[in-house]
C-alpha cells in the first residue's frame, strides 16, 4: 500500500507505454510542450468533465469523478463514469450510489480526441480507471469504454486478466522510474514525430544516457565558456 504523498497520476501509465523517456521528461524533469494533439486532447477531457451528474433510464453517468488507488499508488480523475442499475434478478454485483435505490455497476469512458493507437496505452489508462474504481467501491468493473473523437464511436474494452496484470506490472514499472530519478536514454523512431516533446527531447542531441537537464546544464556552461562568462 502507497501513502497518500506517494500517489502517480493514472494519466502518466498512457507516456510510459509510450515512451519511458517521454514519462521521465514529465514527471522527473517535469518538462511539459504543447502540440496540436495534446491541445486537441485537452478540450475534450475539459468538455467531458462539465456538467453536472445526470440519470437517463437505468443508467447514472457522473463526470469528471475523482479516483485513488492505495494498492498501485495512483490518483486522477476519470471524464466519465456511468452507473448502470444492476436488474434483481440477475445475480451481479454492484455498487449503492447515494439517494439512489439498487445495485449500481460502474462503466468508466475515457475519451480521446485522436484514433485508436496501435499500442495499449489507451486500454492501461482505462483499466486503471477500472481498478481503482473496484478499490474505491468494493464491486468488480468488468467493462469500460474509449470514446476516440476522429471515428467519433466507441470502443468497448474488456478488463482481462492479462490487461489487468499488464496494467499493474506498469504501475509498479512507473514508480520504479520516478523513485530511480533516471531519465531513460533517448532512442529515436517514428513515434516521436507527433510527440509534443520532441524538442525538448532531442533524441539526437541529448545522447545515449545524459538527461535533458544535464544536456542544457552543459550547453549554457559551454555557453558562457564561449563569453567569458557572460551570459
Known sequence: ?????DLL?????????????????MYIEGAWAENRFTTLGRQMHDRAHEGAAETRGDCRIVRGLRLRSLRLG??????VVEFHR???????PGTALEGRSGLWRPFP?????????????????LCAQALCLEEMMDTPVWEGALFYGKP???????????LRGETERLALRLHEVVIQGRTPAAARGAKCRGCSLLEVCMPTKAGAARSV?????AAVAEQLGENGGEP
Not at 1 to 5: F, P, R
Not at 86 to 92: I, M, R, S, T
Not at 110 to 122: F, L, N, Q, T, V
Open 109 to 125: 469512458v475515457e475519451y480521446k480526441s485522436g484514433a485508436p493507437k496501435p499500442d495499449r496505452c489507451d486500454e492501461v489508462q
Open 74 to 79: 495512483l490518483v486522477g480523475q476519470a471524464d
Open 86 to 92: 444492476c436488474k434483481p434478478d440477475d445475480g451481479l
Open 152 to 162: 467519433k464511436r466507441r470502443q468497448e474494452v474488456g478488463f482481462t486478466d492479462e
Open 9 to 25: 497520476p493514472i494519466s502518466a501509465l498512457s507516456h510510459l507505454v509510450f515512451c519511458e523517456r517521454r514519462c521521465a521528461l
Open 213 to 217: 537537464s544535464a544536456y542544457l546544464s
Open 1 to 5: 500500500m502507497y501513502d497518500e504523498d
